[in-house]
Structures are given as structure tokens and as C-alpha cells.
């Protein structure tokens, strides 16, 4: 898949989202992310507006714990200092 084929995946993409939950904002901004990285090399005036769009989204949406957890599909594990081994040397 060359870039403008991807650039366009990345399009429809972003147009099918149902942005009507908040899951739906927080996976916008992924798309939107996406897209502005996919597009920083061909068009940087556009990559710049949506980097501004998921500023604007993002204010809206503050609350970060909130966004990990819709996207996680469960909690990841801790990891604990108390769960390695003890070097033997």
C-alpha cells in the first residue's frame, strides 16, 4: 500500500466513525492523529489542522484515565518490584 492509498484508508476511516459516545470522541482522536502523521510529509497545512481538531477535542475530553480505559480492551497487568526474582550474585 503506497502513502496515498493509506491517507485515504485513513480517511474513510475517520468518516465512518460514530463519534456519538465519548469512546467514539476518543477513537476520533486516534484517527485524527493518524491521519495528521500520515499526511506531515505531503500536506503539513492540513496535518496541522487536525492536530488542532484533537487539541480542540482533546480540551473537551480531559479526563486521561477515562481514555485508557475505553480503549484497553481490559486493565493491563502491574508489574510489581516485589514479583522479580532476587539476583543471586
Same mark, same amino acid.
Given at each position: 500500500?503506497? &502513502?496515498?492509498?493509506?491517507?485515504?484508508?485513513?480517511?474513510?476511516?475517520?468518516?465512518?466513525?460514530?463519534? &456519538?459516545?465519548?469512546?467514539? !470522541?476518543?477513537?476520533?482522536?486516534?484517527?485524527?492523529?493518524?491521519? #495528521?502523521? !500520515?499526511?506531515? &510529509?505531503? &500536506?503539513?497545512?492540513?496535518?496541522?489542522?487536525?492536530?488542532?481538531?484533537? #487539541?480542540?477535542?482533546?480540551?473537551?475530553?480531559?479526563?486521561?484515565?477515562?481514555?485508557?480505559?475505553?480503549?484497553?480492551?481490559?486493565?493491563?497487568?502491574?508489574?510489581?518490584?516485589?514479583?522479580?526474582?532476587?539476583?543471586?550474585?
Amino acid at each position: 500500500m503506497n &502513502d496515498q492509498q493509506a491517507i485515504h484508508q485513513l480517511e474513510q476511516q475517520l468518516a465512518e466513525l460514530n463519534t &456519538d459516545s465519548a469512546k467514539g !470522541a476518543y477513537r476520533r482522536i486516534d484517527a485524527l492523529n493518524d491521519l #495528521a502523521w !500520515a499526511l506531515a &510529509d505531503t &500536506d503539513m497545512k492540513r496535518a496541522q489542522e487536525l492536530a488542532e481538531e484533537v #487539541a480542540a477535542i482533546w480540551v473537551e475530553r480531559t479526563d486521561e484515565a477515562e481514555y485508557s480505559r475505553l480503549l484497553s480492551p481490559k486493565p493491563s497487568p502491574t508489574l510489581s518490584l516485589s514479583a522479580i526474582p532476587n539476583d543471586p550474585t
